[in-house]
């Protein structure tokens, strides 16, 4: 549900202070980036165009290696050196790497590769190296796939990269779903729409004959939950994403079901219940349709979000006189109260890392996305604009995507991403304008 009172609805080593900012690269030794201080200079990389083997696969060459160094640039950690300024020519996967050449345009990382196609299927390899050191960081890797999955093989060299010079998971072969909205801002169409995190493979999943609100991906990433008004009143309907088969959780007469999301292991759902003017945190076994009541009380309760091992719920609720964030066991029991700065707090989601909860905050007219550790302490805002909303996690816990609506009787609603440090804040390329983003795992 929308924010507002009451309801809301990086071989090497990178030492990840998640609240302290900014890489400082190493200049000896092995390729290392540290993050101690709040000034980053970017690792300086350089993806020379991929060797096409055979006929067919000169444009995919090219292709790939402009996805992976476009994932890479993307997160601010890496500078990429252009064409223009490459000194060596790589011509062959197997050829000796010329460090001297690499240096004198100040290369700190190489990545080389080859592309084979035959028939409907593409063979992607990729080297990456140490210019600093003189050595390949590990061994190369190959991925294949058919014609049509030529992204998603960059997006996983992509990823082999990030992994090994961050030391950290990666994020690029990973989807989004979202709200595609469309026409006058006083009566949007709305309709849920899936993508690469990068914008690119756009699929509606539904059409606009009814509104739709809050879709989440299941931890596989085999299944949607979402609310839709498709009964009159917002219900949560769940999606299977290979067929687009969809149906409702849960039809008790006279209630209002919204706000889902999926438990770790996928067998339950937590969501609000409205019911009598009152809304509360339930819980529901998806196998058996058994629901369990999680709070009781009276206020506004909702945007439940599970911890990674399960065992904790974080939710919002204005039980305090304002909206503000509560833990409490996945099985109900007493909450405690972990928001206490100024303004209003809602939608929170538990980091995938487990030791981060990322929030929306009101508070003197503007709004913020912010994050804060999982007992309340260390809160720090990211970002602040006209309206920030509806964070979302990145597989690995290092970046966060939300919706951002500018001022005004033509503003419409787009998404954004900013690195939980505060920097790298950009706009995710989406056709039209986008709401209520929901990442999903690394993909299969």
Sequence with gaps: MPFRPGLGALAAVMALALIQPAPAVAQSGPLRIEITEGVIEPLPFAVPDFVAENGGAAQLARDIGRVIAADLAGTGLFREIPASAHIARVTSFDAPVSYPDWKAINAQALVTGAVAVSGDRVTVKFRLFDIVSGQPLGEGLQFAGSKGSWRRMAHKVADAVYSRITGEGGYFDSRVVFVSESGPKNQRAKRLAVMDYDGANLQYLTDSRSIVLA????????????????????????????????????????????????????RTVVFSLEQGGNSDIWSLDIASGQRQRLTNAPSIETAPSHSPDGSRIVFESDRSGTQQLYVMSAAGGEPQRISFGPGRYGTPVWSPRGDLIAFTKQHQGRF????????????????????????????????????????????????????????NLRPVPVQGAASDPAWSPLLP
Excluded: K
């Design 215 to 266: 879709p989440r991906f299941s931890p596989a990433g085999d299944r949607i939950l979402y609310t839709s008004f498709q009964s009159g009143f917002p219900r949560i309907y769940v999606m299977d994403v290979a067929t687009l088969r969809a149906r409702a959780l849960d039809e008790q007469p006279g209630t209002m079901t919204f706000a889902p999301r999926f438990s770790p292991d996928g």
């Design 368 to 423: 913020h996305i912010g994050v804060m550790r999982t007992d309340g302490s260390e809160e720090r805002l990211l970002t602040a604009s006209f309206l920030d909303e509806g964070p979302t996690w990145a597989p690995n816990g290092r970046v966060i995507m939300f919706t951002r609506e500018t001022s005004g009787a033509g503003g419409a609603p787009a998404l954004y991403s900013v690195d939980i440090s505060g920097r």
